[in-house]
């Protein structure tokens, strides 16, 4: 158990760029989420998957937002156009039937 | 609107006594409860969790208590140890085919040695 890995850990851009983060979840884990945590408050839920169909997304998943899951294994996360206000930690956590969801170190996006 | 609430931002306790962290929700459809630990530049690690079906479960020095008709659950660490130092999160589920999980903003505790 390698844990969940996201890359980058930070990531700087100018406003108006695109970014992609990566998850590589728990091997054996076919649930797939991604949340986002600004400064002060919790993990807010962005989108879920259960291999590789897209099951869950919130409505903070604006449409310059989107997540893929290709082959059920590792995800993406793709911000277009960024804005001031997508600057937080994007964290991606992984789970299987009926189990915790265990969560990565993140991705810390800063927009200048 | 939150539907999570931990409304106390901060906890300091002596080593060796037992803390107690609060945590309160609004929505009846949640049905599974969850406690995490976060340590700076770290993610969420899982602690301990509950299902609506049971008022206790316990793990070691941590427990967890649930009261459904006030809508309230608290974590009790006992012994605290210095160690236990962090930002700790409630987040809770429902099981209506919603897989999402709500948190709330997070108590951090510091424990003296």
């Known amino acids: 158990d390698t844990g969940v890995s996201q890359d980058p850990r930070h990531k700087i851009t100018k406003r108006g760029q695109n970014v992609t983060f990566r998850c590589d979840p728990i091997?054996?884990?076919?649930?797939l989420y991604w949340y986002r945590q600004t400064l002060g408050q919790g993990p807010e839920f962005l989108t879920y998957?259960?291999?590789?169909?897209?099951?869950?997304k919130s409505r903070l998943l604006s449409d310059r937002f989107s997540a893929e899951r290709p082959k059920g294994s590792f995800s993406t996360l793709e911000i277009q156009r960024t804005e001031q206000g997508d600057s937080a930690m994007y964290l991606c956590?992984?789970?299987?039937?009926?189990?915790?969801?265990?969560f990565g170190d993140g991705t810390r996006l800063s927009i200048l | 609107d939150q539907q999570v609430k931990q409304n106390s931002p901060s906890l300091s306790v002596q080593e060796g006594r037992i803390s107690i962290l609060n945590c309160d929700y609004t929505?009846?459809?949640?049905?599974?409860f969850l406690w995490y630990k976060k340590y700076p530049a770290e993610g969420p690690t899982f602690l301990i969790s509950?299902?609506?079906?049971?008022d206790k479960n316990e793990d070691g020095r941590f427990t967890v208590f649930l009261n459904k008709s006030a809508k309230h659950l608290s974590l009790h660490i006992v012994p605290s140890q210095p160690g236990d130092s962090a930002v700790y999160f409630c987040?809770?589920?429902?099981?209506?085919?919603?897989?999402?999980?709500?948190f709330g903003k997070g108590t951090k505790l510091s424990v003296i040695p």
């Open positions: 956590a992984s789970s299987s039937l009926n189990q915790p969801q265990h």
């Open positions: 091997s054996e884990h076919n649930r």
């Open positions: 998957f259960q291999n590789e169909a897209q099951l869950e």
């Open positions: 929505n009846s459809m949640f049905d599974y």
């Open positions: 509950i299902s609506s079906i049971k």
């Open positions: 987040a809770a589920m429902s099981g209506a085919g919603s897989y999402q999980l709500t």
